[in-house]
């Protein structure tokens, strides 16, 4: 009996450790960033974790493009932040994924119906 009240404390403590960990991978989320730039720099892009825009900046010589060139080498930056800040991400989701592979399985039917049984005999 006591083993068993062992075993559910362990499934408690890696269950708190995994939860904690999952908020911290969250939470780290949040501030992942991500940069994109084209025009050899003339035009810079931040992106969050989540793929959102956070902040764009023109150098003033990128109105010397054409309006057809501008508009390629905006979308390039942004999509290069967003991917930086994807790959970012994904990296924190695998470890977080990772460290939740050691999540104990949970107690089966049959787990719980042997343990009544050998309380019930011990008990007689």
């Known amino acids: 009996m006591s083993d068993d009240l062992e075993h559910l404390e362990r499934i408690v403590r890696q269950t708190e450790e995994v939860m904690r960990g999952l908020r911290q991978a969250q939470a780290a989320i949040g501030r992942v960033t991500g940069e994109g730039e084209g025009a050899g720099g ?64 949970p107690l089966d039917e049959r787990f719980v119906r042997r343990r009544v049984e050998q309380v019930a005999r011990e008990i007689e």
């Open 42 to 105: 003339l035009v810079r892009v931040v992106s969050d974790g989540r793929g959102r825009l956070t902040d764009v900046r023109f150098d003033p010589r990128v109105m010397r493009l054409d309006p057809d060139e501008l508009g390629r080498q905006a979308l390039r930056a942004v999509q290069d932040a967003q991917r930086s800040a994807v790959r970012a991400s994904e990296e924190i989701i695998e470890r977080a994924r990772e460290s939740a592979e050691g999540f104990p399985e």
